[in-house]
């Protein structure tokens, strides 16, 4: 973006509600969210951890949506590409580091689960399923006891295109549009369904789904994140003041393979791949912000050197930590007397 070309819009974070150190802090999030997925690529084919799914490509569109959300009380259910939207809600890189180590600390499931399967009591972090689209009726779920409980809280789901045919998307969807609910859906769409193009998988706009169901649903650059910071920022408005969900598809592309276990060069060629990777959020938000007069270069190079720190320790420390007891695989399966009453 050239200095010229960004007058009218350099203080467009400021008119949205967002201050300098608000916008920083969601580039810094960015690149801390890029800056892990592309670890963890280098870390499984050096034999370290064993699986990686990527979202490199959707960390612009994740942390612009965190940002617009309520932090403190809004409850939320992110699916397995969100490394962006969890460090944005409170995560920690050394929380996702333990994650993918498998390792007996790692808040999501004590090293019990696959990565990307995120869950956080603590930051109301919804724990996700493997089967896919099953967080939409569960988000669904809790909306209806905000309602229910008259609680200011929206509860925010995400879900790439392919779940956007599943069942559980639909019935979600029609629940929440008759009973008004504080919930709003966001579809990353990153163009592919693992390996089955967008055209192949859906006929229209996902966001025109939402009129079916009586609710508004808009379709927003997922490379632009002040754009997306506004419309979930108005969506969540519109829930807590009791207008119902909101269905919102974040256009974007999935710039890595689907999983370290995918050869995305067998459906798609590097031509398309590199056509898009021109198109990447995280610079151009980067130059939004040089252009607002509020970062610069040198700034810049001292963040990525910051992140580049944190990282290595957060990977040292998941390397060496342990991983968890045999026995702990019989843990919070069974209540126990205590939790039951003393009942047996």
């Not at 769409?189 to 966001?207: D, F, R, W």
């Not at 003041?241 to 060069?265: F, K, V, W």
């Not at 791949?273 to 938000?285: E, H, M, T």
């Amino acid at each position: 973006m050239s200095q010229s070309a960004s007058k009218g819009q350099s203080v467009r974070h400021l008119e949205l509600g967002l201050s300098n150190e608000q916008a920083i802090e969601m580039y810094k999030t960015m690149v801390a969210a890029r800056k892990f997925d592309e670890r963890m690529l280098l870390l499984q084919r050096a034999g370290k951890i064993n699986f990686h799914v990527s979202g490199i490509g959707q960390e612009v569109a994740q942390v612009a949506a965190a940002f617009a959300l309520d932090r403190n009380q809004d409850y939320f259910l992110p699916y397995y590409r969100d490394y962006g939207f969890v460090l944005s809600v409170g995560m920690t890189l050394r929380d996702l580091l333990l994650s993918v180590f498998a390792k007996a600390e790692d808040p999501n499931s004590g090293g019990r689960q696959m990565p990307g399967h995120f869950g956080s009591k603590k930051l109301r972090i919804v724990t996700g399923s493997s089967p896919v689209t099953t967080q939409v009726p569960h988000a669904v779920g809790i909306a209806l006891a905000a309602k229910m409980k008259q609680k200011p809280f929206v509860s925010f789901v995400t879900f790439g295109d392919g779940s956007s045919n599943q069942g559980d998307f639909h019935e979600g969807c029609n629940f929440a549009g008759v009973h008004k609910l504080p919930v709003i859906f966001m579809c990353e769409n990153n163009q592919y369904a693992i390996s089955v193009p967008l055209h192949k998988q859906v006929a229209g706009k996902v966001a025109d789904r939402a009129l079916g169901y009586g609710f508004p649903g808009y379709q927003v650059d997922g490379n632009d994140a002040l754009e997306v910071y506004r419309i979930v920022k108005e969506a969540r408005e519109r829930a807590v003041a009791g207008e119902g969900p909101t269905l919102i598809e974040a256009l974007m592309y999935r710039l890595s393979p689907h999983s370290t276990s995918d050869n995305d060069l067998a459906y798609r060629t590097k031509e398309e791949v590199d056509s898009y990777r021109a198109k990447d959020g995280i610079p151009r938000f980067k130059q939004y912000l040089i252009d607002a007069g509020i970062w610069s270069e040198e700034l810049d190079s001292e963040m990525h050197a910051s992140v580049r720190k944190e990282l290595d320790e957060a990977t040292e420390y998941g390397d060496k930590a342990p991983f968890p007891a045999p026995e702990s695989i019989l843990l919070h399966v069974y209540a126990d007397d205590a939790e039951q009453g003393g009942r047996g």
